[in-house]
């Protein structure tokens, strides 16, 4: 299931640690195999808990807890609104409304293209900047009016040809 260069990867990640703490990696592991994969399988989690020594729940565990890592094969662009309370205050569910429209899909779903996956997400740590997304889980688009999200769409999916 892990290839050899993943885990040269992970070794390097390991070596980061007390050998005793190695299992404090998990998160770097989960990243590297999202990256090279997509997403995060039960057999990677299994996998990673394996080199890791630790519980297969433990890593579960941190792969459900954070939304960074998909649990199953998403869209090319990953769009997460924030819909937590002060974002809601200020547009946020809006603006995941909007997206629905715009892009024919529910929260949670993907376009039948495989282009988008919307999601939302709590605290993004921008209240102040809301509506806020984060695209692909790096990029931060603050103060997301309906015009800013179709320039935004418009502009990947102009990307793309």
């Known amino acids: 299931m892990i290839s050899d260069s993943t885990r040269t ?4 990640e390991v070596a980061k640690y007390p050998a005793d703490q190695k299992q404090s990696a998990v998160m ?4 590297i ?10 057999e990677s989690e299994h996998a990673i808990a394996d080199y890791l020594g630790m519980p297969e729940i433990a ?20 769009l997460n609104v924030c819909t937590n309370l002060p974002c809601q205050l200020r547009d946020g569910q809006k603006a995941l409304q909007h997206l629905e429209r715009k892009l024919g899909i529910a929260m ?9 996956t919307l999601q939302q997400s709590e605290c993004l740590g921008a209240c102040a900047d809301s509506p806020v997304m984060l695209v692909n889980d790096r990029t931060m688009c603050s103060f997301m009016s309906n015009d800013k999200l179709d320039q935004l769409i418009d502009g990947l999916k102009g990307a793309q040809g």
């Open 9 to 12: 990867r992970f070794d390097r």
């Open 28 to 31: 770097a592991c989960l990243a």
């Open 33 to 42: 195999v999202q990256q090279e994969q997509g997403f995060i399988s039960q």
């Open 59 to 78: 890593v579960r565990e941190v792969t459900t807890f954070y939304n960074m890592y998909n649990q199953r094969k998403v869209g090319k662009f990953k």
């Open 108 to 116: 949670g779903e993907t376009t039948p293209d495989g282009l988008f």
